[in-house]
């Protein structure tokens, strides 16, 4: 069921990014073509899925233009992941298996393409086909999730700072809450503002969102250490070649002897493994039982999302969405 709902929530959203971009031949060209570049490289749809299903579970049926809605988190999302890409920041060359934005137009054009996703998103979400009560606070809980303040820039800036400080578990959930819980929360919350919902169900949606947002970026530094490079489409253990710990490292770090701490802050000093090996490191940690720490933090978070879906009255799309925790902890890319 899960997959099936994905598939289609997938496909909508795709149809809702082609009607709302300007075509490649659509001047200037240049940014046209940088902006589906990245939208267009692939990936989950989660939060396109994830607004426009709480706002199904809401109203009973799917309301008609939330796929706009979606389309316009998907966009945030993208310009997001095309700033994080750049040299000043993760300075990712792969994204997805492909080249990433500026890798392929250039430093300039992509940062210009992150910012004309974020105007065309606002753009779209001013227009959505709703009362003009609940657009006015979608645009506002949207512009939160993404803001300064226990938002997606916030969790960003922090997690550029933590690179220039000791690490720890408190600074490192407070990057994972606001960096990706944030924007993922608000996909939910505002599909649920979308279809009529009441502050309790809102409630509801916005804590199963930011749980799921934990847990899924969690995975995602556990990927990070253990997946193939061909599953994750960029280099393995890219966080430690960016000097960023995560929480198996962090678990790790206050476990190890002095020895095994100096060949950990050795990778993320050097930022590239250089006399010790990835297989080391990944060995320190299934050892001192971080991964499997890590994957049980995860899985405590998805429960907390469960219990959040559970309040809602029974339904299809309800017992699809009880299964996306376990589908967030379980994945293997």
């Not at 919902?197 to 949606?205: I, P, Q, S, T």
């Not at 933090?297 to 907390?304: K, T, V």
């Amino acid at each position: 069921m899960l997959s099936e709902t994905l598939e289609q929530g997938r496909a909508a959203a795709d149809a809702a990014l082609d009607r709302l971009l300007p075509l490649e031949t659509q001047d200037p060209v240049s940014i046209h073509k940088a902006m589906r570049h990245s939208v267009f490289a692939g990936g989950k749809r989660l939060r396109p899925v994830l607004c426009m299903e709480a706002g199904r579970m809401v109203a009973g049926s799917l309301p008609a233009g939330i796929d706009e809605l979606g389309a316009a988190v998907e966009l945030l999302h993208t310009y997001s992941l095309i700033h994080d890409d750049l040299p000043a920041l993760d300075n990712d060359d792969l994204r997805r298996g492909r080249p990433t934005c500026h890798k392929v137009f250039g430093e300039a054009l992509a940062i210009l393409a992150g910012d004309a996703l974020q105007t065309r998103a606002y753009e779209v979400l001013a227009k959505l086909k709703c009362p003009a009560e609940a657009r006015v606070r979608i645009v506002a809980e949207i512009a939160r999730g993404t803001g300064t303040v226990d938002g997606m820039i916030g969790g960003q800036v922090v997690d550029l700072e933590a690179e220039r400080t000791a690490p720890n578990a408190v600074m490192l959930e407070y990057i994972h809450r606001s960096k990706t819980g944030a924007l993922i929360a608000a996909s939910l919350l505002s599909g649920g503002l979308y279809a009529g919902g009441k502050d309790d169900a809102v409630v509801h949606l916005e804590t199963f969102g930011r749980s799921i947002g934990l847990a899924f970026q969690i995975v995602d530094d556990v990927l990070d250490l253990t997946a193939s490079e061909e599953v994750l489409g960029k280099p393995v253990a890219s966080d430690l070649r960016e000097g960023k710990v995560t929480m198996a490292v962090i678990h790790t770090l206050e476990r190890c002897t002095p020895a095994e701490r100096k060949l950990v802050e050795k990778v993320l000093e050097e930022r590239a493994f250089i006399g010790v090996q990835h297989e080391q490191i990944l060995e320190l940690l299934t050892r001192y039982g971080s991964i499997q720490y890590a994957h049980d933090a995860a899985a405590q978070h998805a429960e907390i999302a469960r219990r959040a879906i559970c309040t809602f009255p029974d339904s299809e799309i309800k017992s699809a969405l009880l299964f996306v925790p376990e589908f967030v902890v379980e994945r293997n890319s």
